[in-house]
């Protein structure tokens, strides 16, 4: 019989050989939870990675605590939205984090946008007047799928390089995501093309690569000017261009007030719609396709409804 130093030990050792993975291979951070589940496809049990802001956050404006810097503190590989999503918020924990290897230019810093395709550049000087306007483009890129592909190649090659031992790993997870993505595109662009040029608003300009992508036309925004709350007059001409085009949707990101969407849905009859910008926005949407899954079926069943097709 054994001993119970030795039943221990080998409890110990098998827990050890369980979690050794995780411990063992690459601490990443990112700042959203969409960056998050990217790591995790790409990742597996090599890496283990925690996202700063949460799924029903607003990502322009996170409340730093400093769990935040502890985090970044110790981690090898830190991934941003950047395009300035996260201006107002990260750069002072990145310095605060005291960790050389994840400032901005260090190899554990990953700007995800590198190579993705970018909307809204704005031609020519940028004033103040224009309102919180993105200089380098619209942020929320990661909303087209063929972005979310290339936030993963991104994600790979910077994974195979801090941890080389398990860049083979890393393109077989990449692959298998690559493939599972395909096939959800082609399931989402059949349920959305009977709606090609579909009419929509949206609160904020949060949805430009989503709307480019599956052919729907954003005729106006709640926002008068991007980061500036509804003003009377701008929701007054909203409503009227609205029902002169026939306007019946209104997306709404989970992090602003409703009033002024659900004021003009009562004025025009449109429906207001809690579309997620952002994985981890409710349970359900729990992975990047599921993000889309979740998103494309609410979006298509509202559709539905308005248009009677
Ligand atoms: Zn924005």
């Known amino acids: 019989m054994r001993s119970i130093v030795q039943v221990l030990a080998a409890a110990v050792f098998a827990a050890t050989a369980v979690a050794r993975p995780f411990a063992a291979g690459p601490k990443v951070v990112t700042t959203t939870e969409d960056l998050a589940a990217i790591v995790r496809e790409v990742g597996g049990d090599r890496v283990s990675v925690e996202s700063l802001a949460r799924g029903y956050q607003d990502p322009h404006w996170v409340e730093a605590k400093p769990s935040f810097i502890l985090k970044l503190n110790t981690a090898n590989l830190l991934v941003a939205v950047g395009r ?36 809204e550049i704005p031609p020519g000087q940028i004033t103040r007047a224009m309102g919180d306007v993105h200089p380098s483009g619209n942020p929320h890129y990661w909303l087209d799928p063929d972005n979310g592909r290339r936030i993963a190649q991104a994600i790979r090659d910077k994974l195979g390089e801090l941890a080389p031992g398990d860049r083979a790993y890393f393109a077989q997870r990449y692959e298998d995501f690559d493939r599972r993505l395909a096939e959800a595109q082609k399931r989402w662009d059949a ?21 480019d992508r599956f052919g729907l036309n954003i005729i106006g925004y709640v ?25 019946k949707v209104i997306l709404v990101e989970p992090y602003f007030d409703k009033k002024t969407p659900n004021a003009i849905a009562r004025d025009t009859g449109a429906v207001v719609l809690d579309m997620l910008p952002s994985v981890g926005g409710v349970a359900q949407a729990s992975d990047y396709i599921k993000l889309f899954d979740y998103d494309v079926d609410l979006l298509v069943a509202t559709l539905k409804k308005v248009s009677g097709k």
């Not at 040029?197 to 989503?210: D, E, L, Q």
């Open 84 to 119: 300035e999503l996260e201006i107002g918020w990260l750069p002072a924990l990145i310095t605060q984090s005291r960790n050389t290897r994840i400032q901005p230019g260090a190899p554990g810093y990953l700007d995800a946008s590198g190579n993705v395709k970018i909307l």
């Open 191 to 211: 349920a959305m093309a009977p709606f090609k040029g579909a009419k929509i608003v949206t609160y904020h300009r949060s949805w430009p690569n989503f709307a």
């Open 223 to 247: 926002e008068p000017k991007p980061g500036i709350p509804p003003s009377t007059q701008h929701t007054v001409d909203l409503i009227a261009e609205m029902k002169r085009q026939n306007v």
